[in-house]
């Protein structure tokens, strides 16, 4: 926060004045911060660790208090938001395609895995999610 208002132009009596009523009010915790950003963009942005580990960098969030955050998102949950990413990309007329063509199954493939990796999900569960989701469509 002292970083940005710096940034913006503000003298540094008014920014330590800030920081000191933030601190006052006790407005500036960087863990509860992280924690809830890790959980918001976790369940509503569907983001995996890996980028939100890059978001809360560029926040200049501690790593301590980054891997804290992160602790809290359990695997299970990660991959399962992963497979509706998946599944939601599945529209009827994709399957169709896939379905018909090895080659764009393949294509398919990796274009989800490459959106969920994207997302910050770790390469090794986007290819088992993503293979899972097609597994159904091994037709020609």
Do not use: C
Request: glycine content about 8%.
């Amino acid at each position: 926060m002292r970083e940005r208002l710096t940034r913006k132009g503000f003298d540094a009596d008014t920014v330590d004045e800030v920081m000191a009523r933030l601190d006052r009010h006790q407005l500036l915790d960087d863990s509860d911060f992280a924690a809830e950003w890790v959980r918001s963009r976790h369940q509503n942005s569907g983001k995996g660790r890996v980028a939100l580990k890059h978001e809360l960098r560029n926040k200049g969030i501690a790593e301590s208090i980054i891997t804290e955050a992160l602790g809290d998102i359990d695997p299970d949950d990660e991959r399962e938001i992963a497979a509706q990413l998946v599944a939601r990309k599945l529209t009827p007329t994709v399957v169709e395609r896939i379905a018909a063509d090895r080659a764009e199954r393949d294509k398919m493939m990796r274009r989800l895995v490459g959106f969920l990796v994207r997302r910050g999900y770790p390469q090794s569960m986007a290819f088992d999610v993503v293979g899972e989701a097609l597994m159904g469509f091994q037709g020609s």
